[in-house]
């Protein structure tokens, strides 16, 4: 064919689609369009699986292909749920109401042994598994709920011929009804359906308690509970389904509920203990990767941490106190292992299915939270005679912290700082001046070799909170001395406040020397607190009444002087302030004591004494060259 010839050939197609266009827009504009009548689709029908809108095969009168329009997503109205569910809900409480009646009439009239009823209820599960089958292919959701109607069937099939029947012996129920649920979880992976997955795992994992006799033990439990949770994480393997994700974490905490219920001669509690982490660690570590690995792991470790509580309390006769801290120190142990071979892995989730995403809580809950349990469980466990354990524990902590990334380190630093303070406290009980100053300084300890081994901002701030309470009960101790009974800055209390004083003065060079002005301001205020109020304290009760009224009038006067000279010198408002405060102070204390004061002399003595030193800030401040500063205070 020629050029020209092409060329007619398109002009005449394209003249022809142009006047089916407009013929078709002719129609429209004469068909009148009533609004009434205008409604939306209808809903699909319960048992319709949604599905992403296609084109349709069939043409329309004008050539053109029809799409059918994409299912909405809104969220089901009541009309929907009760149609979808509900009626599905009644259908099915009235087909095993149906055959219950048929059954016990039978069986009234002696027409149906236990053994047909058995049969009968399995050839009714059958029959609905394979209604679930067939209708598989049109909806996916009705098919489900039909597959889990049928497992439903096989469990009181199992409790019926097992516990209640006594048919078969109650493990081989159990053992049926557990295959059954692990090969409908099997079909569910290979489908990758999570509500089928969900199905069939919770009635695996509810099997031995619809089964039960109340004759098992808790080893017979813990095995089938992991051989079951160990199969399920191992099949869940890398999968992001969070609702299964949930499921197994409910599982693991029933079966951990179930054996910290029973006796402890059974070895319940060490067993619930150790089961989780015997699932973490064949069942989730080896599989799973990737945002679900750590939640999962997340979640195991709580739970055994939970029940470390309850060994530490039960303290089984063959164990002992000595042997619960070492099944406890084992189990922390296998916890800092999973931290280490998951290190590089994403935080992920809170807990494994809730939570956001989110680093910072995450490796809190790892560092800190989780390895605090364990503490506490040694701590019940060995009560005072824990320091070695605690001191144990703080120094494979520490270890743990130096390998571990930025924001796990932290965590993990605060739970060494907790275990080594705790530790450092009851090796030292006995002597409260020592245990003070000895917890001052293990903090300062632990603040040179974080920083030295294990850079993190959690050295600085525990060290803190360390050196606060180191101070608060050192100032406790010099004020339940016996009242005028001592010389001031002459007693053990004093030299155990002199070493927190130190330990404040070594957390400031330490904070000088790393070039950390926010940790230096810190040091620097609580050493200037510490030492106002430490030497308050040992005036206010020293020698005697007037002794020690003179002492703390001159106290206050001297420090209005240094505090209005030092902010001189630094130009700051703040300390020149608080120096002021502190002569208003000793003129309130002069004027109040000298009604106490036994003789004239000493009340003369104690109103010159602050008048000097008021007299001296007040020509301070009547300087030309600080007439500036006086206005700023002012």
């Given amino acids: 064919m020629t050029e020209d010839g092409d060329r007619r050939s398109l002009e005449s197609r394209v003249a022809a689609l142009e006047s089916e266009v407009r013929q078709l827009r002719a129609e429209l504009r004469r068909a009148p369009v009533d609004p009434s009548s205008v409604r939306p689709a209808p809903a699909a029908p319960a048992f319709v699986e949604a599905r992403p809108a296609t084109a349709s095969p069939r043409s329309s009168a004008t050539g053109e292909r029809q799409t059918s329009p994409e299912p909405s997503r809104a969220a089901l109205d009541l009309e929907t749920l009760v149609g979808r569910y509900g009626m599905l809900g009644l259908a099915t409480l009235l087909a095993l ?54 497992l439903a069937a096989v469990h009181v099939c199992a409790w019926a011929a097992g516990p209640s029947l006594g048919l078969v012996p109650a493990p081989i129920a159990l053992a049926g009804s557990a295959v059954v649920s692990i090969a409908l979880g099997a079909f569910a992976l290979v489908q990758a359906d999570e509500p089928l997955w969900c199905v069939g795992f919770g009635g695996a994992c509810v099997a031995p308690f619809v089964t039960s006799t109340g004759e098992g033990t808790a080893p017979m439990l813990a095995a089938y509970g992991a051989a079951v949770l160990v199969a399920a994480g191992s099949g869940l393997g890398s999968r992001r389904w969070f609702v299964a994700g949930r499921v197994l974490a409910a599982g693991a905490t029933l079966y951990v509920i179930a054996l910290l219920t029973m006796p402890s001669a059974q070895n319940a509690q060490l067993l619930a203990t150790g089961f989780p982490l015997v699932v973490a660690g064949f069942g989730v570590l080896p599989f799973a990767r990737g945002e679900v690995l750590r939640p999962r792991l997340r979640t195991l470790g709580l739970l055994a941490a939970i029940a470390s509580q309850f060994l530490a309390l039960a303290r089984m006769p063959w164990m002992g106190a000595a042997g619960a801290a070492i099944a406890v120190g084992v189990a922390g ?91 450092t406290s009851l090796v030292t009980r006995n002597t409260p001046t020592i245990s003070v100053a000895a917890v001052a300084w293990a903090s300062i300890a632990l603040l040179w070799l974080g920083h030295a081994s294990a850079p993190s901002a959690s050295w600085t701030w525990t060290s803190r909170i360390s050196l606060a309470i180191a101070s608060l009960w050192s100032l406790a101790l010099v004020s339940m001395r016996p009242h005028y009974a001592s010389l001031p800055f002459a007693t053990a209390e004093s030299a155990s406040a002199f070493a927190v004083a130190l330990a404040w003065a070594a957390a400031l060079y330490a904070a000088r020397k790393d070039d950390d002005e926010a940790s230096a301001l810190t040091a620097r205020m609580g050493l200037g607190a510490f030492g106002f109020l430490w030497g308050h304290q040992e005036l206010v009760h020293a020698i005697s009444p007037a002794a020690s009224s003179l002492l703390l009038m001159g106290y206050y006067a001297v420090a209005s002087v240094g505090f209005v000279g030092w902010g001189r010198a630094r130009r700051s408002a703040a300390l020149r302030r608080a120096g002021l405060g502190c002569g208003i102070v000793a003129a309130f204390l002069a004027v109040r004591t000298a009604w106490h004061l036994p003789g004239a002399g000493t009340r003369i003595a104690g109103y010159l004494l602050v008048s000097v030193f008021l007299l001296g800030i007040a020509w301070w401040y009547r300087q030309p060259d600080e007439e500036v500063v006086a206005q700023t205070v002012h």
């Fill in 333 to 423: 142990c296998a916890w800092l292992v999973l931290l280490e071979l998951t290190d590089g892995e994403p935080e992920g989730r809170l807990l494994d299915g809730l939570g956001e995403a989110e680093d910072g809580p995450a490796a809190w809950m790892d560092g800190l939270l989780i390895p605090a349990l364990f503490l506490c469980a040694l701590w019940i466990a060995l009560g005072r005679d824990a320091a070695p354990a605690l001191g144990a524990a703080a120094v494979v902590l520490f270890a743990s912290a130096a390998r571990r990334s930025e924001a796990l380190r932290a965590a993990l630093a605060a739970t060494t700082w907790a275990a080594a303070t705790l530790a």
């Fill in 97 to 150: 109401a149906a055959i219950g009646t048929f059954v016990s009439w039978a069986a009234a009239h002696g027409l149906l042994g236990p053994t047909m009823r058995i049969v009968l209820g399995l050839v009714a599960a059958a029959a609905i598994a394979a209604a679930g089958l067939k209708l598989r292919p049109r909806s996916r959701s009705f098919s489900d709920s039909l597959l889990a109607l049928a």
